[in-house]
């Protein structure tokens, strides 16, 4: 017989178990009504992994006596889905409430987030559908309009501390698992229980008496950072590192730079990041930021990585210790509404060009002389959107 891991054997049965989520689970909360007036609800759970989503998804079937069914989005297809309607069917018939839990719906394309429509809307099923990325982007506006989306937070340190530490409590005392160990743990969890436990698990097996620190540091080796170049922590982290050096915060702003290094991110997309900022948010209050971050992209393009290290973190540190404005920046988003309201306003007849007699002789350059900060009595933007202003 399999082992089961100790992730799983430890996965909380009821929502006082549950530990972390307290947004979600207090007296008043939407979790914490549902289950007590037994009236589940479709549901996304968007949250990071080893947060709870399957775990709250399996106590909310089991407190409002639903079936569970559970389907992954990576591995299931269009007759695994119809097989389950079709179940849902006749439980229907029998009075019993079905909940489908899929695991990882944003995986799913639009046509089969589609096929989930009516049986949500009739109430055939119940649908929970779990992601780690964002459902605004990956699930289907219909879908979403009916169903809440909660957001679940990944687990502090004191969440994992405690979830471990339960998990000691409850394999007896065959082995001591140190104070020091349990904050590694935590430390090196990146707020996943699952990986957490793993850990664990690993250490417990290693450990010949006593799990230490190290035992831990041995077992869980160096942890990767949860970090997709492609889904919301790289958006997160960039939208980060802007705006803390838009707030002069260097210290943050080096710690972010540092995440997205460590991550294995794109370095020319971080010199790229801070060529725009350079314009967007510096402006005309550091003129030779922009140089100082162009300088930076082709240092970037010409001496890899890791070299170009010195190269980020230099040009990082001086963008969020320099002088911010944003009137570049504002006086273009003003002028592209202005183009966009008038986009054929025909230019003053006194600041066209005039090659030939004919047209001097209608007043083309009349009243314009070619000198530097000459003032034009008539002025210089046509007259409908000069009155506009």
């Known amino acids: 017989m399999e082992r089961v891991p100790l992730a799983e054997r430890m996965r909380p049965t009821t929502l006082d178990e549950v530990i972390g989520q307290t947004h979600l689970l207090g ?12 009236e589940p609800v479709s549901l996304i759970l968007w949250g990071p992994p080893g947060s709870g989503k399957t775990t709250l ?8 006596e639903a079936e569970f069914v559970e389907l992954s989005a990576v591995t299931s297809g269009k007759k695994d889905v119809e097989r389950v309607i079709e179940h ?10 079905t909940i489908l839990f899929v695991d990882e719906i944003h995986r799913f394309n ?6 989930f429509l009516p049986h949500v809307e009739s109430g055939l099923i119940t649908l929970i559908g779990a992601t780690t990325e964002n459902p605004s982007f990956e699930v289907i506006t219909p879908l979403l309009s009916r169903t809440r989306v909660l957001l679940l937070e990944p687990h502090s340190k004191a969440d994992i501390m405690a979830i471990v530490t339960h998990a000691v409590a409850e394999l007896g005392k065959q082995k001591t698992v140190t104070d020091e160990a349990i904050d590694y743990l935590a430390e090196l969890s990146g707020g996943d229980a699952r990986v957490a436990l793993g850990n664990l698990e690993l250490a417990l097996n290693i450990g010949k008496r006593k799990v230490t620190a190290d035992v831990v540091k041995t077992a869980a080796q160096k942890r990767v950072p949860g970090y997709d170049k492609k889904g919301d922590m790289h958006y997160n982290i960039i939208s980060a590192f802007i705006k ?3 707030g002069s915060d260097v210290e943050a702003t080096l710690y972010y730079l540092s995440r997205m290094i460590d991550a294995g991110e794109d370095p020319k997309f971080i010199a790229r990041r801070m060529v725009i900022f350079a314009s967007e948010d510096i402006g005309l209050a550091g003129n030779g930021a922009l140089g100082l971050a162009l300088s930076a992209f082709q240092a970037v393009e010409r001496l890899g990585m890791p070299e170009s290290n010195y190269v980020l973190y230099h040009v990082a540190t001086a963008l969020a210790r320099s002088q911010k404005s944003r009137e570049t920046t504002d006086l273009m988003h003003r002028s592209k509404d202005l183009s966009a309201r008038f986009p054929d306003s025909p230019v003053p007849i006194h600041l066209r060009n005039a090659p030939t007699k004919l047209m001097k002789d209608l007043g083309y350059t009349e009243g314009y002389e070619w000198k530097a900060n000459f003032k034009h009595t008539k002025g210089f933007l046509p007259e409908d959107v000069a009155d506009s202003l």
């Open 27 to 38: 007296d008043k909360e939407i979790l914490r009504s549902i289950v007590k007036n037994k």
């Open 57 to 64: 998804a399996r106590i909310i079937a089991h407190e409002v």
């Open 88 to 97: 849902a069917r006749q439980n229907w018939n029998l009075q019993l409430r």
């Open 110 to 115: 639009k046509a089969q987030q589609d096929a």
């Open 244 to 246: 803390s050096m838009r």
